[in-house]
């Protein structure tokens, strides 16, 4: 098999030429197999996939069209689209960002470059958070999202639970921008507020002290040292969404000390952590003494993933 590479071309430039004959334009599963090939010698993990996913987004397509019809031959445009999206794949940059879109608890969520992509492991938090309210929760459960980034955890929590007021923070003003946006297409706008800020500072009076029933957050929770052995793809979303200071653990601390002003007794917090922060956030919180002793609750992949901690009655 003779391997072809994808030729270099600047964004609009196949818009500015005379426009090529239909039959020098490529097919489908030309398209395929040659982006397949770039993706695969830049080092894609799953480079025929993101192949297809990139093809179908440029043809609006369901990806099962691309095998029904491979020899549907490209227009100039869609083939100059094509170009520049797969070049940027090979430049590693998240699918994701390519699309504008990624599945968070079977939910479609608006993504852009400058926010963090939701990813298959923080379902484990909307699991704990709905598995912690289906124990004995007040009806409607006050709900407050930290560093909520799409407002997919936000969200799925608003769906899942239709009485839910949810409270949504992040400081990042293009990430409440697309929340919003996603709270809309999902219909629960009118149940999500969405303020900008820093944690709890975000709140200014919005959550009554010592009534929240509920806080959940994935905070940034990478080592600052560790950042520049991330894999190529996370190196293109937001430092600020993923440095946790020098131990990984900025963030939970500044969360968990605050706390108790909000969460009223018998109240939880979740936090999501690393695979190995596991038994130091737990030590913080115990230290803390707002909270009973922790739980941790581990991702399908069997990884620690969650800590969940109940507020103490008698604090």
Request: charged share 25%; hydrophobic share 45%; aromatic share 6%.
């Amino acid at each position: 098999m003779i391997r072809v590479r994808l030729p270099q071309v600047p964004e609009g430039f196949l818009g500015r030429v005379a426009p090529l004959p239909a039959r020098l334009c490529p097919t489908v599963e030309d398209c395929l197999a040659s982006g397949t090939l770039l993706l695969d010698g830049a080092g894609a993990g799953s480079a025929r996939l993101d192949a297809e996913c990139v093809l179908a987004h440029v043809l609006g397509w369901p990806r099962w069209r691309l095998v029904a019809d491979p020899r549907r031959r490209l227009t100039q445009e869609e083939f100059g689209r094509y170009l520049t999206l797969i070049q940027r794949r090979e430049w590693r940059e998240p699918l994701a960002y390519l699309v504008g879109r990624r599945e968070f608890w079977s939910l479609d969520f608006a993504v852009s470059p400058g926010v963090l992509i939701p990813r298959p492991e923080t379902e484990t938090l909307v699991e704990a958070a709905l598995a912690v309210l289906g124990e004995a929760h007040p009806q409607p459960p006050l709900i407050v999202d930290l560093c909520t980034g799409t407002g997919a955890i936000a969200i799925a929590l608003a769906r899942e639970i239709p009485g839910a007021t949810v409270i949504a923070t992040d400081i990042s003003r293009r990430a409440i921008r697309i929340a919003r946006a996603n709270a809309e297409t999902h219909g629960v706008a009118d149940r999500v507020t969405f303020l900008r800020g820093d944690l709890w500072r975000a709140l200014n009076g919005h959550a009554p002290a010592g009534r929240v029933d509920l806080v959940v957050c994935n905070p940034p929770y990478i080592p600052s040292g560790a950042l520049s052995t991330l894999m190529p793809e996370v190196q293109w979303e937001p430092r600020r969404a993923l440095d946790g200071g020098p131990d990984g653990l900025r963030f939970h601390r500044e969360i968990i000390a605050a706390a108790p002003r909000y969460v009223r007794a018998e109240g939880c917090l979740l936090l999501e952590i690393g695979a190995d922060q596991a038994g130091a956030v737990c030590r913080v919180l115990e230290a803390g003494g707002g909270f009973e002793a922790p739980r941790v609750l581990r991702d399908l992949a069997g990884y620690d993933r969650v800590v969940v901690a109940r507020r103490r009655r008698d604090n």
